[in-house]
């Protein structure tokens, strides 16, 4: 199986903030890596797939990028509504495998 | 606007089997174009790929739960349909569906969810 490492599993952040997020990939998964949110008590919601593309509707101050096994996820500006706890998931090879969730909160 | 729908009993006893059913509605699990899945959560960790299923009946199963693990799908109710046997605490999660992004592949994003349904594993 592909383990996928994210880090850090916690960050908190001021309203405006840039905030970053990795996931590493235990192999090379390409560029075949999406990133979700979840906030509390709801369904995962996709926001980037192939690593770096916006599905459709989500704000462009979410973005992604990488490659191989290294891979980044950032929000230019945190608002307070991305309070919420993010995921990646490499879907190179089966069995899909997430990552173990970074939440975001505000400082 | 495609919706998922997971029902099922919410408490099942250990060493009985999970049954679970998601309705979709606004589309036809027949396409040719999606494969359909089932993803789970234990309470306050992360997220488990259990399986997905095409419309042809065609499966791929996390090995990890492989044994005890079937999902089915039924194309006249347009629901597909997850089976876990031998169920213990372990299995008490929050259930997804999910519906793969079109291309007729596993190997797809999950594009739209379920809202998910908690089943417990307890006496």
């Known amino acids: 199986d592909i383990q996928m490492t994210q880090s850090p599993s916690s960050l908190s952040a001021s309203v405006g903030d840039r905030v970053t997020i990795t996931c590493q990939a235990s192999?090379?998964?390409?560029?075949?890596l999406n990133w979700y949110q979840q906030k509390p008590g709801k369904a995962p919601n996709l926001l980037i797939y192939?690593?770096?593309n916006l599905e459709a509707g989500v704000p462009s101050r979410f973005s992604g990028s990488g490659s191989g096994t290294d891979f980044t996820f950032t929000i230019s500006s945190l608002q307070p509504e991305d309070i919420a706890t993010y995921y990646c998931?490499?879907?190179?090879?089966?069995?899909?495998?997430f990552g173990g969730g970074t939440k975001v909160e505000i400082k | 606007q495609l919706q998922l729908q997971e029902s099922g009993p919410g408490l099942v006893k250990p060493s009985e089997t999970l049954s679970l059913t998601c309705t979709v509605s606004?589309?036809?699990?027949?396409?040719?174009?999606?494969?359909w899945g089932w993803i789970r959560q234990p309470p306050g960790k992360g997220l488990e790929w259990i399986g997905s299923?095409?419309?042809?009946?065609?499966?791929y199963y996390n090995p990890s739960l492989k044994s005890r693990v079937t999902i089915s799908v039924d194309t006249s109710k347009n629901q597909f349909s997850l089976k876990l046997t031998s169920v213990t605490d372990a299995d008490t999660a929050v259930y997804y569906c999910?519906?793969?992004?079109?291309?007729?592949?596993?190997?797809?994003?999950?594009?739209?969810w379920g809202q998910g349904t908690l089943v417990t594993v307890s006496s």
């Open positions: 192939d690593a770096s």
């Open positions: 192999q090379d998964i390409r560029k075949y």
């Open positions: 999910a519906r793969h992004s079109v291309g007729g592949s596993p190997l797809k994003p999950f594009d739209y």
């Open positions: 299923i095409y419309y042809s009946g065609t499966t």
């Open positions: 606004s589309d036809s699990i027949s396409s040719s174009s999606y494969y």
């Open positions: 998931q490499q879907y190179d090879n089966l069995p899909l495998t």
